[in-house]
């Protein structure tokens, strides 16, 4: 984030992101969730039922083909009413491969995927396309280890949950698909996100409970996004680089997208016209990071900027805004109406006051690896959401007022986004630092517990305001 005018994790570890070989609005949904007897998975598939060549009895072999043959279930049922056409399975099949234990024995003439050697897979899962140059097109093939590392852990880092590798797989199916009807169009982040938008169109078919052989509660959706962490582009990257998958932010909200639209969103929404967050750094934006120093942030983006864009949005309700006062304080809030509020993030009606805990919460976030500048001002953003209702004569009390306000704070974004103000310009990466401040403080009664949402709901909450504006944050007279 830097003044106007204009002002990896895991691909840069592990070497490389999941993607295909080719070129290589929204409401929210509440998931209430169902009970199941184990995370993740219903009954197995028995591997005579469905063959991936080269596995072996591996958990992570296990949860793909469990995905794998629930994906053709899915694809079956939805692609004539999306496509007008009827799914044909994948022709090429399916590989498993662990690329420090390879017996080239286990496939065909030693080959994998696109003609491609089984160590060709390391680090990463991808869909070959149907061709006449190579055989064994029209498959996908997955490396195992690497797949087991994501959602187990490794040298006593944890990992994400044993959905990831069915994401996986639902990520690649979704270049099946555009390999039976097309690609949105000839460039990579386009490519990649409506991939995650079709994964997270079936991921929502699994939480509803149609599933046969997948379940998912909503807790784990926390997870799933956290993991899109591990998988964005390194911050920075081009969204015309030749493999750009997109930036935090750019794969949450696709896959958000398929989760609540469902496949005729993900068909439609992928054209030129789509936005995304991702960007190369500027000349300022690479000697800083793309962070501003804390004092700017809090001292002049988030009293002068929000003061700006809420200024313009209540005047557009036809009523006058007066830019509450913003107070950091040092662990407690002073008292408010003869009252000791005891969280990190406060509105004082009282006293027209947005307070925060610099002690305990914005310093904090400033220097957390995934936080940042953007994080620090979207917390702020969401307090100073309550002030703009107050001053609309909504309420500010409860779970809808929490709600409204995440969702301004996504309008906000929008704003800077789309160039409308005049004190601040987002950075890339910044709209990553707000996913990930939203997904890890959800659950905190000290901040954002009371929404009553997920950290995947309240994600999507806030996507709503960037894609939709203020008309989606429900401050209507």
């Not at 969730?33 to 005579?48: F, N, Y």
């Not at 852990?153 to 270049?175: D, N, Q, T």
Request: proline share 6%.
């Amino acid at each position: 984030m830097s003044s106007s005018p204009r002002r990896v994790l895991l691909r840069a570890v592990v070497g490389a992101l999941l993607g295909s070989t080719v070129l290589t609005s929204c409401a929210v949904t509440l998931v209430d969730g169902h009970a199941t007897p184990a995370s993740g998975v219903r009954d197995d598939v028995d591997p005579q039922q469905f063959q991936i060549i080269g596995a072996t009895d591996d958990d992570i072999d296990q949860i793909a083909r469990n995905a794998l043959l629930d994906l053709n279930t899915y694809w079956a049922e939805q692609f004539p009413g999306t496509f007008d056409q009827e799914f044909t399975p994948l022709a090429g099949g399916y590989f498993s491969v662990d690329p420090a234990d390879v017996d080239p024995a286990q496939y065909p003439n030693g080959q994998i995927g696109c003609g491609e050697p089984p160590e060709a897979v390391q680090d990463n899962a991808f869909y070959c396309d149907a061709s006449n140059t190579y055989p064994n097109g029209d498959a996908i093939q997955y490396d195992r280890a690497f797949l087991g590392e994501l959602a187990f852990g490794s040298g006593g880092s944890g990992g994400y949950g044993r959905f990831i590798p069915a994401l996986v797989m639902a990520h690649e199916f979704g270049h099946a698909v555009q390999g039976r009807v097309g690609y949105p169009i000839q460039a990579s982040i386009a490519i990649e996100t409506q991939a995650d938008c079709f994964a997270g169109a079936w991921t929502k078919w699994v939480a509803d409970g149609d599933a046969p052989h997948n379940t998912i509660r909503p807790g784990e959706l926390d997870d799933v996004l956290r993991g899109y962490l591990l998988l964005r582009d390194p911050v920075g990257t081009g969204r015309n680089s030749g493999e750009a998958h997109g930036s935090y932010f750019d794969r949450v909200s696709a896959f958000q997208q398929g989760f609540d639209d469902g496949p005729p969103a993900c068909r439609d929404a992928f054209g030129q016209d789509r936005p995304y967050t991702q960007g190369e750094f500027s000349d300022q934006d690479l000697a800083t990071g793309g962070d501003a120093p804390y004092d700017q942030t809090v001292g002049q983006f988030a009293t002068e900027g929000l003061a700006e864009f809420f200024t313009t949005a209540v005047d557009q309700q036809g009523k006058t805004f007066t830019a509450p006062t913003l107070a950091g304080f040092d662990g407690q809030a002073p008292e408010c109406d003869g009252e000791q509020p005891d969280t990190d993030l406060v509105y004082c009606a009282a006293t027209d006051t947005v307070g925060y805990d610099e002690t305990d919460l914005t310093e904090p976030l400033y220097a957390d690896e995934q936080g940042g500048d953007y994080a620090v001002l979207t917390a702020i953003a969401i307090p100073y959401g309550l002030a703009v209702r107050d001053q609309l004569g909504l309420s500010t009390d409860g779970q809808d007022a929490v709600r409204s306000a995440v969702c301004l704070a996504g309008a906000f974004t929008a704003g800077v986004l789309n160039g409308q103000s005049t004190v601040l310009q987002i950075s890339p990466g910044d709209a990553d630092e707000s996913v990930s401040f939203l997904l890890e403080y959800s659950d905190d009664p000290e901040v954002l517990a009371d929404s009553g949402l997920t950290g995947f709901q309240l994600v999507d909450v806030f996507r709503s305001g960037v894609f939709q504006g203020l008309p989606a944050c429900d401050i209507s007279a």
